[in-house]
């Protein structure tokens, strides 16, 4: 593709993608009941019929993930929500839901023929899943629905499937990260709203989420939470895929500022989990890249002129930042006495680890699955124990096996020379989210739990890397077959 129709196409995409999320918000909070359910059929009749596969993936991402609290209320009694289309007695679906289906229902019609780096990580899932998580999910006692709603999220790794097989070329995967930067720029902007005005900026459509600060337990002040962090990390690491790249980066030094705000996102946020995500991201790929330290000082450039334009805006002012860093001073404070059982990390310590640990008491060996005990002992804040919850002491090592050998495979194939430059910014890109996730896991986040937008992430990251050597691959072998027609 020339670099000019790249371009335009991407700033196509951004206008219909902006008329398309304006048209949805004015659907969920100006429109009545009726007429919303009936506009969200559109944009999935729209996915069915389209070719630009990756553009509905990104749109169905957005809104899963609730940027800026948008579409954040996902209950049947909420008043302003996306719409659920009831299809048999007591179960109903979202329009994530049924783009799922849609997608995987295209996906079997193609004829492309792939073969997974990912089959044994995806069978140990889906076996462990049906043969062993299940069977000891109703043993240990759980009722259907429950069981039935705890489970759903888990399909979305449908996504896998659908993607490698939808998606068209490496140019796709740069224009879905680009159809979400803009949405990172909301979420900014919503926190900057919030610092300033005090409440969400989803107040102004929804009086009802009339937003409020989040205690910070640390320091007794405020802090603006991140709503939509994983569009967030996904533009992070997007900017990674086209940093310095002048073929596929939209302007010279839009790449830092697909880096650069994430990392302001995690700051405002004062949430320390992120703030360790994104600097071990961005040492990593100094560490790993030809072009990381050019990456640096184009950062340090737009962060110093960023933060000065905020500053002099009033947007934020000395008192708000000090608040924030007592929440990293913690950490500090853990490096140089060396104890663990402070702030938060006490928390951890001391209640969220022998709480989960409580309930692996149940089912050391093989899990608690999607039983009952696993809603009463799973915790948020300790990603790794509830694999070790639900999958138990012989499912928890073959899950972490699985992804350092993922990584492995992605690290191995950025230094191969079979790959272009584009391939390997790719590779490393996922190489640093990868690193990024597996920090959250063991500290705090976990990303591998049944949340419907969590399972989308997860899945779009890992088909990526499969895509990328499939197309690689694909394009190899029509190179052969070109060459042997031509003698």
Do not use: C
Not at 64 to 78: E, G, K, L, M, Y
Request: glycine content about 6%.
């Amino acid at each position: 593709m020339q670099q000019s129709n790249f371009k335009k196409e991407v700033v196509m995409d951004f206008f219909q993608m902006t008329a398309l999320f304006i048209a949805s918000v004015i659907a969920v909070y100006k429109l009545n009941h009726t007429l919303r359910d009936i506009f969200f059929l559109i944009p999935l009749i729209l996915a069915f019929r389209s070719k630009k596969d990756y553009f509905w993936f990104a749109y169905f991402f957005i809104l899963i993930n609730a940027p800026a609290s948008f579409f954040v209320n996902r209950t049947q009694d909420a008043f302003f929500r996306l719409p659920f289309y009831s299809v048999v007695s007591g179960f109903s679906f979202t329009p994530m839901d049924l783009f799922l289906f849609i997608s995987i229902f295209k996906a079997f019609q193609t004829n492309v023929k792939i073969k997974f780096l990912l089959n044994k990580p995806l069978e140990f899932f889906l076996f462990y899943l049906l043969l062993v998580s299940i069977p000891v999910s109703f043993f240990l006692g759980t009722e259907l629905k429950p069981f039935v709603n705890t489970l759903r999220p888990f399909f979305f790794f449908g996504i896998v499937f659908s993607y490698l097989r939808l998606v068209n070329n490496k140019e796709e995967i740069l224009k879905f990260g680009y159809l979400l930067f803009p949405y990172a720029v909301l979420i900014v902007f919503d926190q900057l709203f919030l610092i300033n005005v005090g409440s969400r900026f989803i107040s102004v459509f929804d009086p009802s989420m009339v937003g409020v600060f989040v205690r910070n337990s640390i320091s007794g002040d405020v802090r603006a939470v991140v709503q939509g962090i994983l569009i967030v990390f996904y533009v992070l690491i997007f900017g990674f895929q086209i940093a310095n790249n002048k073929k596929y980066e939209l302007f010279a030094g839009f790449s830092s500022m697909a880096i650069f705000i994430p990392i302001g996102s995690f700051f405002l946020s004062a949430t320390r989990s992120w703030m360790m995500i994104g600097a071990i991201a961005i040492l990593g790929y100094i560490f790993l890249s030809s072009k990381g330290y050019k990456l640096a000082v184009q950062m340090t450039i737009i962060g110093f002129a960023l933060v000065i334009a905020l500053f002099s805006s009033g947007f934020i002012n000395e008192e708000f930042v000090g608040n924030i860093t007592k929440r990293y001073e913690e950490l500090g404070k853990i490096a140089s006495s060396g104890n663990l059982k402070q702030g938060t990390f006490a928390d951890r310590i001391e209640n969220d680890i022998p709480k989960v640990l409580k309930g692996v008491e149940y089912s050391p060996v093989l899990g608690v699955g999607m039983s009952k005990y696993m809603k009463t002992y799973y915790s948020n804040d300790v990603g790794f124990m509830n694999t070790l919850l639900i999958y138990g002491i012989i499912g928890f090592p073959i899950f972490l096996f699985f992804l350092f050998r993922y990584m492995f495979l992605l690290n191995k194939f950025r230094k191969s020379k079979f790959f272009d430059d584009v391939e390997k910014s790719i590779f490393i890109s996922l190489l640093l989210g990868f690193a990024g996730i597996l920090t959250g896991y063991f500290f705090t986040w976990d990303f591998f739990s049944f949340y419907p937008e969590k399972v989308f992430f997860v899945s779009i990251v890992f088909a990526t890397g499969d895509l990328v050597l499939e197309l690689h691959n694909r394009n190899e072998e029509l190179s052969i077959e070109k060459t042997q027609l031509s003698q």
